[in-house]
């Protein structure tokens, strides 16, 4: 199994940005590090997620150009850069992990705020 630890969110204006990180408890080049939303009244939503093999990434268009996902093998650890943050950003965010050839993502982190005020 995978233990994953999130950290970082919070309350910030919009127009303003954001820092998360997600460490793992063990990493191979077969895993995957993806970081989802839920908004209050939505389903939830892929917001981006990295391949520790050749560090592919996905974003959803919601956030392309705005968000930036990146990892550090060596840590254990992917990090999210949210900037030009939107009030619709507004959700709780969770990082998950898998591994290749897994349908869904199975390992999750604890969901952590993230608030947006116009």
């Known amino acids: 199994d995978v233990q994953l630890q999130a950290s970082g969110g919070g309350l910030v204006q919009a127009g303003g940005s954001l820092r998360f990180s997600c460490s793992a408890s063990?990493?191979?080049?077969?895993?995957?590090v993806g970081w989802f939303r839920q908004a209050p009244g939505k389903e939830r939503e892929g917001v981006s997620c990295?391949?520790?093999?050749?560090?592919?990434?996905y974003y959803a268009d919601s956030v392309k150009g705005r968000f930036t996902i990146a990892r550090d093998s060596a840590k254990k650890t992917v990090y999210l850069e949210m900037s030009s943050l939107k009030p619709d950003d507004t959700a709780v965010y969770s990082c998950?992990?898998?591994?290749?050839?897994?349908?869904?993502?199975?390992?999750w982190g604890q969901g952590t705020q993230v608030t947006v005020s116009s």
């Open positions: 998950a992990a898998k591994i290749d050839g897994m349908r869904k993502y199975v390992y």
């Open positions: 063990q990493v191979t080049l077969t895993t995957n």
């Open positions: 990295i391949s520790h093999k050749d560090g592919s990434t």
